[in-house]
């Protein structure tokens, strides 16, 4: 299997615009979870489902976030509008209901400048 | 709530040293632990897991014992490499919770 996938691997954008994130996790994985990595607050946990389900999203920051998984082998987050402080690496995971572990992806590393 | 405690870092050690990084946890019920690295630029890798009380988890010359009774995961190794120089991560998973829950990460140098 190739792992969990994301794209892009970096993006620079503005103030104001539409970022969108994407994530393809391992198939047969039935969790995916988006994590956010900044120096100041290490990994946070923003969002995860089960089965395409949302189950927990309060780390989600504030309406500017919202994820979607519109089906097991695809998910988004997106932030409309993007400020400089969610400048950070986005990862994406998966694991599956046999295990406990969960598997990440590169990371998309997001600058809003 | 869950919460995961990591000594500071960075630590600096001479090849073939022996490592210690200490990882307590605060947890309501009976958790997951694990040890995630971190290279540079990259995602993370799951290094080794435990799943209940006195389970020790071990890959690549690193272990690390589940001590329910100091609430601990100490990864050690016992003759670093250069190449094991990384950020390593400490981690819970907490019953009928599938998410991580993760420490602030200890950078560890290792100089030839």
């Known amino acids: 299997d190739a792992g969990v996938i994301q794209s892009p691997r970096h993006e620079v954008t503005e103030m104001g615009q539409e970022v969108t994130l994407r994530c393809k996790p391992i198939?047969?994985?039935?969790?995916l979870f988006w994590y956010r990595q900044t120096m100041m607050r290490g990994l946070e946990l923003l969002i995860y489902?089960?089965?395409?389900?949302?189950?927990?999203d309060s780390g989600m920051p504030e309406d500017r976030f919202s994820a979607k998984m519109p089906n097991a082998s695809f998910s988004t987050l997106k932030i409309q509008p993007s400020e400089p402080r969610d400048s950070a690496v986005y990862f994406c995971?998966?694991?599956?209901?046999?295990?406990?572990?969960?598997?990440f992806g590169q990371g998309t590393r997001l600058t809003v400048v | 709530g869950d919460s995961v405690t990591q000594m500071e870092g960075p630590v600096t050690l001479s090849e073939e040293a022996f490592l210690t990084i200490n990882c307590t946890y605060t947890?309501?019920?009976?958790?997951?632990l694990f040890w995630y690295v971190q290279y540079p630029g990259e995602g993370l890798q799951l290094l080794l897991k435990?799943?209940?009380?006195?389970d020790k988890g071990s890959n690549k010359g690193f272990e690390a014992t589940y001590r329910k009774e100091t609430t601990s995961f100490h990864l050690e190794k016992g003759s670093v490499q250069v190449s094991d120089s990384a950020v390593y991560f400490c981690?819970?998973?907490?019953?009928?919770?599938?998410?991580?829950?993760f420490g602030s990460g200890t950078r560890l140098q290792v100089q030839p």
């Open positions: 198939s047969g994985h039935d969790y």
């Open positions: 995971a998966s694991s599956s209901n046999l295990g406990t572990e969960a598997f």
């Open positions: 981690a819970l998973s907490e019953t009928g919770r599938r998410a991580l829950t």
């Open positions: 947890a309501t019920g009976y958790p997951s």
């Open positions: 489902f089960n089965n395409n389900v949302p189950i927990d």
């Open positions: 435990a799943t209940k009380a006195d």
